[in-house]
């Protein structure tokens, strides 16, 4: 059993809440404390692991119980934490949108888990979800305009600066996401 100092729920919740509770939990915390995050949200793994990665924070690891994903993270020290970095390189979706119907050439990559896909996705986009993107980065070509796109911005977000990081230099975010997507869709 992981003893944790603070237990917070976020059950229930959607990219990118789980995220914004922890958060502000952490910031009333002590450094060195250890919070818990219980979350139903498929993708919130990805989400918890980027975050702290991105923060300095300490992702602990998650231990799944039924259908309740139970995050650890440890709060880092003032001079451990870093800023939250946002991809610089952005695109809205009417931008996207007005660039797919004109059917340029581009790879939008969907981030998001497999069953946000299924239900509403961009026609021609490839599903390759966060936590699989390290994995999976050799099935893209880093010298192609690559638009990324999860729910809200924020796992997109992520996703290009680990693109960034390792080369991809034609890579933008789409930062309203799928929830401001008002262009044509498919699903299966």
């Known amino acids: 059993m992981v003893k944790s100092d603070v237990q917070l729920d976020a059950k229930g919740l959607a990219c990118p809440m789980p995220i914004v509770k922890t958060k502000k939990a952490m910031d009333v ?3 060195g404390q250890v919070v818990e995050v219980q979350s139903t949200d498929k993708g919130s793994l990805a989400d918890m692991q980027g975050w ?12 799944s119980e039924g259908d309740v994903f139970k995050h650890f993270i440890r709060k880092a020290n003032a001079n451990e934490v ?4 946002l991809y610089p390189h952005t695109v809205t979706n009417e931008e996207l949108e007005a660039m797919v119907e004109s059917n340029e050439t581009m790879t939008i990559i969907d981030v998001r888990e497999p069953a946000e896909f ?5 026609p021609g986009a490839m599903s390759i979800p966060f936590g699989e993107l390290e994995s999976r980065i ?18 997109s977000d992520m996703a290009c600066q680990l693109l960034a990081e390792q080369g991809f230099i034609n890579t933008k975010n789409v ?8 262009g044509s869709t498919e699903k299966n």
């Open 29 to 31: 915390m002590s450094s």
């Open 82 to 85: 870093l800023e939250e970095r």
């Open 118 to 122: 299924a239900f509403n996705r961009i």
């Open 175 to 182: 930062k309203d996401g799928m929830s401001g997507w008002t």
């Open 52 to 63: 702290t990665k991105n923060t300095g924070h300490q992702y602990l690891g998650t231990i």
């Open 138 to 155: 050799n099935e893209l070509n880093a010298e192609e305009n690559i638009y990324v796109i999860c729910h809200t911005g924020h796992r």
